[in-house]
Antibody, heavy 129, light 110 residues
């Protein structure tokens, strides 16, 4: 059973870079067949997709965050990471990593077909001096 | 302001049925697949429905999904107090080339 676990600093100063890592256990990122996403939830608000990465390194980012976001993958550690630069108080949120299956019978399906089927427990990041 | 529109709250009595709507456009719901998520207080979202109306293994058939045009609906029958949670719809948006979600609906089981 695949499990995801976010880790990283819970407090980041304004203008600095937020860095989080998601460790995948029970399965291999390099086996392919999945997009690996970062999603955040502002306090008391809804879900906001940040972006995702394939094991090959291909990425898709939310256009509203694209200029500040970098998602990378380290298949040797079975991890993928998020960097969000120039943070402000508006970036205070719970950050989740999640998995989206993208293949059926070896064929790549349309984005969103399977939904995000495995989520990490989330990690709270506060931006404050 | 979320791309997908959901009612902020719904309520019903135990044992009753409730529906939660999710409205979008042709660039998202109208031409892509809808999934639904349940978020119990203090926990991560959990996938309830994918491909508009399919349930992952382990999700009871009390939960159902449907889609028509640019709107989708989540239905929950036989309401239980344990169903009290926030529910989110989500889908791919072809214009944005990214995932979009609704603002969430808080279900209260009276």
């Amino acid at each position: 059973q695949v499990q995801l676990q976010e880790s990283g600093p819970g407090l980041v100063k304004p203008s600095q870079t937020l860095s989080l890592t998601c460790t995948v256990s029970g399965g291999s990122i390099s086996s392919g067949g999945y997009y690996w996403s970062w999603i955040r939830q502002h306090p008391g608000k809804g879900l906001e997709w940040i972006g995702y990465i394939y094991y090959s390194g291909s990425t898709y980012y939310n256009p509203s965050l694209k200029s500040r976001v970098t998602i990378s993958v380290d298949t040797s550690k079975n991890q993928f990471s998020l960097k969000l630069s120039s943070v402000t108080a508006a970036d205070t949120a719970v950050y989740y990593c999640a998995r989206e299956p993208i293949t059926f019978g070896g064929v790549i399906v349309s984005p969103g077909y399977y939904g995000m089927d495995v989520w990490g427990q989330g990690t709270t990041v506060t931006v404050s001096s | 302001q979320s791309v997908l529109t959901q009612p902020p709250s719904v309520s019903a009595a135990p044992g009753q049925k409730v529906t939660i709507s999710c409205s979008g456009s042709s660039s998202n719901i109208g031409n892509n697949y809808v999934s639904w998520y349940q978020q119990l207080p203090g926990t991560a979202p959990k996938l309830l429905i994918y491909d508009n109306n399919k349930r992952p293994s382990g999700i009871p058939d009390r939960f159902s999904g449907s889609k028509s045009g640019t709107s989708a609906t989540l239905g929950i029958t036989g309401l239980q107090t344990g169903d009290e949670a926030d529910y989110y719809c989500g889908t791919w948006d072809s214009s944005l080339s990214g995932w979009v979600f609704g603002g969430g609906t808080k279900l209260t089981v009276l």
